[in-house]
């Protein structure tokens, strides 16, 4: 078992910054990434991020990249997002997810998930 535990949403202003935290315990070793989903009410959840754990290798959606930086501390194992420049339509859950898969994007693909943190960005 992973037990993934997210911190840092919040709410703030349009064109502000949060940073998201996700510290990871448990049975770790067989991940083969972390990513980040979000989700808007009335919306399906949706990929925002991906680190390849052992590469550091990233991967982001279109939306966010430029303004989002995923990155790791292997010694913490824990995964951040460092989201600036937010939007409204950033508003959302955001969920941390461990995966052995190399399907990042796909939710279905996940193994474990955080149980999420809310971020709202008002106009």
């Known amino acids: 078992q992973v037990q993934l535990v997210e911190s840092g949403g919040g709410l703030v202003q349009a064109g502000g910054s949060l940073r998201l935290s996700c510290a990871a315990s448990?049975?770790?070793?067989?991940?083969?990434?972390m990513v980040w989903f979000r989700q808007a009410p009335g919306k399906e959840r949706e990929f925002v991020s991906a680190?390849?754990?052992?590469?550091?290798?990233?991967y982001y959606e279109a939306s966010v990249k430029g303004r989002f930086t995923i990155s790791r501390d292997n010694a913490k194992n824990t995964m951040y997002l460092q989201m600036n420049s937010l939007k409204p339509e950033d508003t959302a859950v955001y969920y941390c997810?461990?995966?052995?898969?190399?399907?990042?994007?796909?939710?279905?693909?996940?193994?474990?998930w955080g149980q999420g943190t809310q971020v709202t960005v008002s106009s």
């Open positions: 997810a461990s995966t052995r898969s190399g399907w990042y994007n796909i939710p279905s693909k996940v193994d474990y």
């Open positions: 448990g049975r770790t070793f067989s991940r083969s990434a």
């Open positions: 680190i390849e754990w052992s590469s550091g290798n990233t």
